[in-house]
């Protein structure tokens, strides 16, 4: 049985990345420090998204979480 991610927004959440940095996003939609991880997942089977960024620039992290691109948003919120 999988499981189904809750989903703070239904929009992506716009973000000035760093380059070398690396990010966890939330793949659970429990944290309370959207669209990162902030442990909120233990216990539910679900796992952050390590990600690194390679340049310094603005990127869209899921907010609906049903994304095919994680932990990037790749426009399927304009399908739930």
């Known amino acids: ?16 990345v760093k380059a ?3 990010y966890f996003w939330c ?3 429990k944290s ?3 669209p990162f991880c902030d ?4 216990g ?3 796992e952050p998204v390590r990600w690194q960024a ?4 603005r990127v869209f ?10 932990p990037l948003c790749d426009g399927s919120h304009n399908k739930l």
């Open 54 to 57: 390679e340049e310094t620039r």
């Open 1 to 16: 049985m999988s499981q189904t991610p809750e989903s703070p927004q239904k929009g992506p959440y716009p973000v000035d």
């Open 20 to 22: 070398g940095k690396r």
């Open 44 to 46: 539910s089977g679900f």
């Open 27 to 29: 793949a659970c939609g």
């Open 61 to 70: 992290f899921c907010g609906c979480k049903h994304t095919g691109g994680a």
């Open 39 to 42: 442990g909120s997942h233990k």
């Open 32 to 34: 309370a420090r959207q």
